[in-house]
């Protein structure tokens, strides 16, 4: 089965990102996408490991000690197959990880919320559950994740789609008028 893409402004868009109904429920998944057991943290872009490094000492309150310390120690990010990412606690959870309740969740986004400092979090986190891979240019992908099924739920609930459900991210990492020509494109 060939998949459908819609191209704007030289940006690939899977046609899972349109058909796919997405809404996270934090209260089921326990922040799964921030606690992925893997080799490999967040995918970081240079100007965000500079964005991060600038703001690391106003992050400081909002990390767990055994973060910090490891941050301290091993930094917050590295470099694996050519790609920036940030680190992990004992190849799980990403190192800037903190938990309100049961529930994993960003001390950056915590932070850029409490208006400490102006980055809201690194966009590949922003745009999860799309992904962006690079062919010559940008292809935005819908990436399944088995901890992400009560989002597919509630998103069949509110009719949501992963597209408008990352309106912001894709906004911030696209702009505006790409978001709605990308959606007006969809939609012919």
Not at 64 to 72: F, G, K, L, V
Request: net charge negative; proline share 4%; glycine share 6%.
């Amino acid at each position: 089965m060939q998949r459908k893409f819609i191209e704007i402004q030289d940006v690939f868009v899977n046609s899972d990102v349109f058909e796919t109904k997405f809404t996270c429920d934090l209260e089921k998944c326990k922040g799964a996408c921030c606690t992925m057991e893997s080799d490999y943290g967040a995918p970081l872009n240079e100007d965000e490991v500079e964005i991060i490094n600038n703001i690391l000492p106003d992050l400081k309150d909002y990390i767990p000690e055994i973060s910090w310390n490891q941050i301290n120690r091993d930094g917050f990010y590295e470099e694996k197959q050519g790609q920036l990412m940030t680190t992990s606690i004992n190849k799980h959870e990403c190192v800037f990880v903190y938990y309100d309740g049961d529930i994993a969740k960003c001390a950056i986004e915590k932070a850029y919320f409490d208006g400490k400092v102006k980055f809201r979090k690194p966009i590949s986190c922003h745009l999860f559950p799309i992904r962006v891979s690079n062919f010559g240019g940008p292809v935005l992908k819908y990436e399944k994740y088995e901890d992400c099924f009560p989002a597919l739920e509630k998103g069949n609930e509110t009719n949501i789609s992963v597209f408008e459900f990352c309106k912001d991210a894709l906004e911030r990492a696209f702009g505006k008028l790409w978001f709605k020509q990308t959606g007006d494109s969809n939609r012919e």
